[in-house]
């Protein structure tokens, strides 16, 4: 049973690419979110969209920098922040991306959900320890 707390309003909302679940990676249209710490019935604690999904991060991203892109970020898609967003939250800093769009970080590590709605996310041991699901 998981436990939700409200932490903050920000962030995005991905819009459907098709029915089978892609997301549309478009930061001018994205929409903000609130982000939630959950808490699972075995204790861990990790953040999450509104739409359940987990952030995650990636051993490959450089402090503040994001190494994801292309069809990377068609997959893990970053967490765009929009015109209604704050600047800095707390932990929650913006980046900017290779092609000049920002993205959230949570202490200075990117932030990406897993792109396909339909698809349950991935473990760390199903995405060979390289992404990590977010935990404050």
Same mark, same amino acid.
């Given at each position: 049973m998981l436990v939700r707390a409200i932490f903050a309003a920000v962030l995005l909302a991905a819009n459907f690419l098709s029915s089978a679940g892609a997301y549309a990676?478009?930061?001018?249209?994205?929409?903000?979110?609130d982000i939630s710490m959950v808490q699972e019935a075995k204790g861990a604690i990790s953040f999450q969209n509104t739409y359940a999904q987990p952030f995650y991060s990636w051993d490959k991203d450089a402090p503040m920098k994001s190494n994801c892109n292309g069809h990377?970020? !068609?997959?893990?898609?970053?967490?765009?922040?929009?015109?209604?967003?704050?600047?800095?939250?707390?932990?929650?800093?913006?980046?900017?991306?290779?092609?000049?769009?920002?993205?959230?970080?949570?202490?200075?590590?990117?932030?990406?959900?897993?792109?396909?709605? !339909?698809?349950?996310?991935?473990?760390?041991? !199903?995405?060979?320890?390289?992404?990590?699901?977010v935990k404050p």
């Open positions: 990676i478009d930061a001018n249209t994205a929409v903000p979110v990377c970020a !068609e997959i893990w898609v970053p967490v765009y922040p929009n015109d209604r967003n704050p600047s800095n939250l707390g932990d929650f800093t913006l980046v900017t991306r290779d092609d000049g769009n920002k993205q959230w970080a949570y202490k200075g590590k990117p932030l990406y959900t897993f792109g396909y709605g !339909e698809t349950p996310p991935p473990t760390d041991k !199903e995405t060979q320890g390289q992404w990590h699901i």
